[in-house]
């Protein structure tokens, strides 16, 4: 059975791009370690107890998803910063809010979220327990 998730994989045009996005702005903890098959170094985002791994488009790890693509990707964050606070750092940052704040269902509770797009056009849904 299967008891949680340890990590996903973002197809990205940019690492740096996306670093910036997620560490500066979505406060994600970036760091780079070394994959013991084959020594090269790769990318990761982490928060709790999970982590993005980062492919980046012209330079793919094997094995990988069938067709990697940028921008496919619908991710939903829950954060303890209140949706108002994150319009405000949106707005500084010049990004865009494509909907909300909106009243969402999640996995385990009702949600409070907005949605805006990453470097690569994911969309990327951060949300309050109500």
């Not at 964050?77 to 707005?91: A, G, K, Q």
């Not at 500084?92 to 269902?105: E, L, R, S």
């Not at 907005?114 to 056009?121: E, T």
Request: hydrophobic share 40%; charged share 25%; with cysteine.
């Amino acid at each position: 059975m299967i008891k949680s998730l340890d990590h996903i994989v973002l197809t990205v045009r940019s690492i740096t791009k996306t670093k910036l996005f997620y560490s500066e702005i979505l406060g994600l903890k970036y760091e780079e370690f070394k994959d013991d098959d084959t020594d090269a170094y790769r990318s990761c985002l982490k928060f709790g107890d999970q982590k993005i791994n980062l492919h980046q488009v012209d330079n793919l790890i094997y094995p990988g998803a069938k067709l990697p693509t940028s921008g496919s990707a619908d991710i939903c964050f829950i954060s303890e910063v209140s949706i108002e606070d994150w319009i405000n750092i949106f707005h500084v940052h010049n990004i865009k809010i494509i909907k909300g704040p909106t009243n969402q269902i999640g996995a385990k509770r009702k949600l409070k979220s907005i949605y805006v797009r990453d470097p690569d056009l994911n969309l990327v849904e951060i949300a309050n327990i109500k």
